[in-house]
């Protein structure tokens, strides 16, 4: 177990190292046992974390951008607030952590273990509060040619369905298939003006639905019938 002093002496090297100066450090903590440890509002971003004890630690609102936790122990780490973009989680263990308001965008989490961690944002409740719920599926929104150019093979008529092979990582917020939003989404993200066609999603095909980690109104699916324009 590191001290304070020694923890104190590899954050500031690292925020050397971090500036390209010549007396910086990167900080390789690799393998080394941080439990219950304070690296509130640290900077860790690009730090080789790998096997790390970090099981209880504070990290909240910690800059971990980039960085190498590759089979870290991490359970009922206190990771709220913390910037994780990019980060290689690959295989760590964060079941129990705190995830509220943690910043997974482009995260690698192949292989996590989740059981059990708070503040990561369900699928099941942002479709219940955010989409029209009818009989048989969810109302959703779409504009065409907007942003970017539609798919030759989809046949843009009322009545059609539309299908994409999807992106299912919920850390990559704009990635491949039927990208829609909530109404509100799609009004303010629709520069050129373009037709907004009410869409619906069957209950059949929600399996096919992705909704990213942080999502500010637009989802993702695999299939999605056009109702009308509105």
Same mark, same amino acid.
Request: aromatic content about 8%; charged content about 35%.
């Given at each position: ?116 961690? +708070?503040?990561?944002?369900?699928? &099941?409740? @942002? ?7 009818? +009989?048989?599926? @969810? ?8 942003? @970017?150019?539609?798919?030759? @093979?989809?046949?843009? +008529? +009322? $009545?059609?369905? &539309? ?11 704009? $990635?491949?298939?039927?990208? &829609?939003?909530?109404?509100? /989404? ?18 059949? /095909? ?12 637009? &989802? ?11």
């Amino acid at each position: 177990m590191r001290t304070k002093e020694e923890l104190e002496e590899i954050l500031e090297k690292h925020a050397h190292w971090l500036q390209e100066d010549k007396d910086g450090i990167r900080a390789n903590l690799s393998g080394a046992n941080f439990r219950e440890a304070d690296f509130r509002e640290a900077d860790l971003s690009d730090a080789n974390l790998r096997f790390a004890d970090l099981r209880d630690t504070d990290f909240r609102e910690a800059d971990l951008n980039k960085a190498d936790l590759r089979f870290a122990d991490l359970r009922g780490a206190d990771l709220s607030d913390a910037n994780l973009s990019d980060a290689n989680l690959r295989f760590a263990d964060l079941r129990g952590a705190d995830l509220k308001g943690a910043d997974l965008k482009g995260a690698d989490l192949k292989g996590v273990k989740l059981s059990g961690c +708070k503040g990561l944002l369900s699928p &099941i409740d @942002y479709l219940k509060k955010n989409f029209e719920k009818t +009989k048989e599926g @969810y109302i959703c929104y779409k504009t065409f040619n907007s942003t @970017y150019t539609t798919p030759e @093979y989809w046949k843009i +008529k +009322k $009545g059609n369905i &539309i299908s994409e092979a999807v992106n299912p990582c919920r850390t990559t917020d704009c $990635g491949c298939g039927v990208n &829609i939003g909530t109404l509100e /989404w799609v009004k303010d993200n629709n520069p050129g003006d373009a037709e907004i066609w009410k869409c619906l999603i069957r209950w059949e /095909w929600l399996a096919g639905v992705v909704v990213p980690y942080h999502t500010n109104g637009k &989802i993702r699916c695999e299939k999605a019938q056009l109702l009308e324009v509105i």
